[in-house]
């Protein structure tokens, strides 16, 4: 358990570093561990919310969420979260589509982050709440945000400036994993949220404290390109091994 938490704050520090929540990460680490397939986006989700909630409230604050394209966006993914989470599935393509996602996330990272905020966006733009219905719909199925694959839409796509875009991700991470969580309660009943409970409550801790450090700190001193590199590979790692 303590290797489970120490990888879980590590996760934490990295993704809040890169404006991420880390769930399909958490996901593939659970999965690793042993533990029953079937609460580990429960306890994702969970870990996604207490990562992202600290960063989508700063950026709020600082007045940098472009709030009518968010909520364009997560309106669009939220109700497929939910659907979602509702979705019932067989651990054997539950495990394939997380390590596909992981192995997706981590060639994400790898995409460069436009730096300059000049420039409008491009004619595909507009169709960018699109994209958040299969994004939203995977992130209540596995336990996942959706941001770390909608972000790179954005930036190609010239969507905001790239600070809007970050808070606009974050926004996405949070609500969906929200409606995605409601959806995996209804689904397992409360013998699955007792059993999540039991053993989440020092992966939460952890991913806190994590997430606090990544956001408030990893930024100022450590090189953003390195930390997203890291990510990548620890990412990649995980999910290949899972396919393994």
Known sequence: MIWLVAAFFVTALLY?????????????????SGVDYRILPLLALACNIVVVAGSTLRFARAGITPWRGAIAL?????????????TPIGESRFLM?????????????FIPVRQSEEGGPSPSAKWMPLAA?????????????????????LHLT???????I????????????????????????????????DLGLPLLVAVAIGGQIGS????????????RWLTAALTLWVGLRLLI
């Open 166 to 197: 970050a808070a606009t991700a974050s926004v996405f991470i949070l609500v969906n994993s929200l409606f995605g969580l409601v959806g995996q309660i209804l689904k397992g009943g409360t013998g699955r949220l007792s059993a999540a409970i």
């Open 158 to 164: 010239r969507w905001n400036s790239p600070r809007a």
């Open 74 to 86: 997560t309106a669009v993914g939220a109700p497929a979260a939910l659907l979602g989470g509702l």
């Open 216 to 227: 408030l700190i990893a930024l100022h001193y450590l090189p953003q390109r390195g930390i």
């Open 97 to 109: 589509i997380l390590g596909a996602s992981l192995v997706l996330t981590g060639l994400t990272l």
């Open 16 to 32: 809040a570093s890169v404006g991420f929540g880390g769930g399909s990460t958490y996901s593939a680490l659970l999965a690793l």
């Open 133 to 153: 219905a299969p994004l939203g719909y995977l992130a209540g199925l596995v336990g996942i945000g959706g941001g770390i694959f909608l972000a790179p839409l």
